[in-house]
């Protein structure tokens, strides 16, 4: 088998799964993009099986310690365990982000799951030429009625695959209904996985939105960045006193509203961008939520993005009533946990108050954190209520 001799330092030698390009020693054999290759140290050791892809940065990912072909058995078992894994970590297996790259030892491989539908995304060569067999694995475990492939992500370019949205398995699906389980009996959502401007469901965030909704009893709600509504819908559905939603899109505010009526609760749904809506905003509530996308996707635009959370940061700040709560959220993998904190102390400072924590979030147990592999861990929220002024 051809492969990579890694040089001493490369991140495999602490846990790590990928090989960049400024960590190969020398290449053997004859390796060719999409395949599965051998990684070896320079004292020709084995490292363990990867897939190759000299396109792209990161030219090399483990799929195992050990020797292993890109098989039927191979997926059986790794899709199979990934499976086990959301069937008892007590969420809702039917609604879940199913299979997580490299969380689940299938890089480049996300699938979720909406009930009787799966979305499949392939972002690495070697996947998505196997993505027959990855079809039919899932098929023959989970029967769903369609699999669609859905491969929009603008991690393809770096990976050389073309963007393509496809049905892979059974009949063109139209929009459905799905219900994320809550202490109110549940919210249900208007799904429509083929239509161009909107994908499923932002599963990450499904164990927030019942977190928040706890404490949204009386209360006046604005949901900041609420794409199709997840904070407000909870929180109407737990009783909130009133719920305004905003956000740029315009389907995202028709889904909410679609979705206010589904659930029988009112909302009121705003197109606005939110920086502008936050700054010239008159109203008080007891609840703000911030749920950005994410501001930066790499280094370089970090302290743009950390500008742009004090800014939200500030003025949630300033809109809250007596003993008011902000939940903010961020989904960028840059931006750290002590980051994001920090950030948020600098705009209560400049507000002049003070702020007291009462919950932590990070992503859902359907997308697993491999601390070695430090890229796994995006998601970091807090919730934050103002203190009595002293
Ligand atoms: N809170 C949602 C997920 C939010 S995703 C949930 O829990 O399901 C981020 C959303 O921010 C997207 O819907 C996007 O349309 C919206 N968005 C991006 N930039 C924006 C801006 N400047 N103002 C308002 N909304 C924006």
């Given at each position: 088998m051809a492969g990579i001799v890694v040089?001493?330092?490369?991140r495999v030698f602490h846990g790590h799964d990928w090989v960049y390009a400024?960590?190969?020693?020398k290449l053997f054999g004859e390796p060719k993009p999409g395949e599965v290759i051998s990684l070896k140290d320079y004292r020709d050791r084995p490292l363990g099986t990867a897939i190759y892809n000299?396109?792209?940065?990161?030219?090399a990912r483990r799929i195992s310690r050990r020797k292993q072909k890109l098989d039927e058995e191979f997926f059986e078992r790794r899709i199979g365990q990934a499976i086990a894994l959301r069937e008892r970590s007590g969420i809702d297996p039917r609604l879940a982000r199913i299979i997580w790259s490299e969380s689940d030892g299938l890089p480049g491989v996300v699938v979720d799951r909406y009930g009787d539908h799966l979305v499949l995304q392939t972002l690495t060569l070697a996947m998505y030429l196997n993505r027959e067999l990855i079809v039919k694995v899932l098929v023959g475990m989970l029967n769903p009625e369609s699999v669609i492939?859905?491969?929009?992500?603008?991690?393809?370019s770096a990976e050389g695959i073309e963007e393509e949205i496809t049905i892979m398995h059974g009949e063109r699906p139209g929009p459905f209904v799905v219900e994320a389980p809550t202490a109110d009996g549940g919210v249900k959502f208007e799904i429509?996985?083929?239509?161009?401007?909107k994908t499923g469901l932002?599963?990450?965030?499904l164990d927030a939105h019942r977190e928040i909704a706890k404490l949204a009893k009386g209360k006046r709600v604005l949901d900041c960045f609420c794409n199709q509504g997840g904070f407000a819908l909870a929180c109407a559905k737990a009783g909130a006193a009133s719920v305004t939603a905003v956000d740029s899109s315009e389907p995202a505010i028709e889904a909410t509203l679609r979705n206010a009526e589904l659930n029988g609760v009112e909302i009121n749904a705003v197109k606005h961008n939110a920086f502008d809506f936050l700054k010239h905003c008159e109203d008080e509530y007891d609840i703000v939520i911030l749920d950005p996308p994410?501001?930066?996707?790499?280094?370089?635009?970090l302290n743009n993005a950390m500008r742009g959370y004090k800014e939200i940061h500030l003025r949630g700040l300033k809109l809250l009533a007596k003993e008011g709560i902000m939940a903010t959220y961020c989904c960028s993998h840059h931006a750290t946990r002590e980051l994001f904190l920090e950030n948020i102390v600098s705009a209560s400072v400049d507000a002049k108050r003070s702020l007291r924590m009462v919950a932590s979030h990070g992503q859902r147990l359907d997308h697993p954190v491999l601390p070695a592999i430090p890229e796994t861990e995006y998601l970091k929220g807090f919730v934050l209520q103002l203190m009595p002024s002293r």
């Open positions: 040089k001493p330092r490369a400024s960590e190969i020693r000299p396109d792209s940065q990161i030219v492939l859905r491969n929009d992500s603008p991690m393809l429509d996985l083929l239509d161009g401007q932002y599963l990450d965030q994410s501001f930066t996707k790499n280094k370089k635009s």
